[in-house]
């Protein structure tokens, strides 16, 4: 069951590795209440742990939000307070002090450019990045960690990104079509004709429609060279063959022939033959 799991998480951040440009080591952003869970669930050290999760080092982060937001609950939470104390701190730019929700979601905006993996116990802002693409969230329970399966938001989104690179764009196709400066200047009237194509093309894309299949037709497979071919040769009988072909041949002859034999009549004489004899 363990080994499921490790299998479906490290699915998971090759998806994000690939879609959206996560590399190592992996940057976790963690809020309060995860801090917590990680503490009240004997899960330390907690670089360890990610470690595990994610399958390669990692960098722990929190705000500046986050660590004032826990010395405003008091005593009780003293140890997560100096456990995040220990912890890297993100750039958020709060001069006032904002809820650890509000910070975080400000850290990671709308494209969360910095590739963070955010830990959280919040259920309302765990919905709340599934609708942003490339935030992939981690949560834990009781004395496990485990990260979110990508939202179909988010595999859409990579889909259409991963669409768009595939296509050509108006500028690489202008540059696609442009020649050197040493063959305009000595072919003066093929310019108009590439100036033409790169026009249709750019109104084709625009409107969506399909480009001329004259333009970029596709050269079919030709046969091979004849001349290079050796020629059929007549086959050749043997002696032995030609006997045999002959003798069939006779052997059919002498089947079709057909003998005649004459007739008689059962000890009778012919009427003929009664005459002259009389």
Do not use: W
Request: with cysteine.
């Amino acid at each position: 069951m363990r080994v499921k799991k490790q299998k479906r998480h490290r699915k998971v951040v090759r998806f994000y590795s690939a879609c959206f440009g996560f590399r190592e080591p992996y940057k976790v952003l963690l809020d309060g209440t995860i801090v917590h869970h990680l503490l009240s669930n004997d899960l330390s050290p907690a670089d360890d742990a990610l470690a595990r999760l994610l399958g390669a080092r990692c960098l722990l982060f929190t705000t500046k939000c986050i660590i004032a937001e826990l010395k405003s609950l008091g005593p009780s939470y003293s140890e997560t307070l100096d456990a995040a104390k220990q912890l890297m701190t993100a750039r958020c730019e709060h001069e006032k002090r904002v809820s650890g929700v509000n910070c975080i979601q400000s850290v990671i905006g709308e494209t969360n450019s910095e590739h963070f993996f955010v830990g959280t116990q919040d259920s309302e802002l765990r919905r709340k990045f599934r609708e942003v693409p490339g935030v992939p969230v981690i949560y834990g329970l009781k004395n496990a960690l485990f990260i979110e399966q990508p939202s179909t938001d988010q595999r859409e989104f990579a889909k259409s990104a991963e669409e768009k690179r595939l296509h050509v764009n108006e500028s690489e196709l202008v540059k696609f079509f442009k020649k050197n400066p040493k063959e305009s200047s000595n072919d003066g009237d093929s310019d108009g004709g590439e100036e033409k194509e790169v026009k249709a093309v750019l109104s084709a894309l625009k409107g969506g429609g399909a480009v001329d299949k004259s333009k970029f037709k596709r050269k079919k497979a030709k046969g091979p060279n004849p001349l290079s071919c050796k020629k059929k040769k007549p086959k050749t009988e043997t002696p032995a063959a030609k006997n045999q072909t002959q003798e069939a041949k006779e052997g059919g002859d002498a089947k079709t022939k057909r003998t005649r034999k004459r007739k008689r009549h059962n000890g009778k004489p012919n009427s003929n033959n009664a005459e002259n004899e009389s």
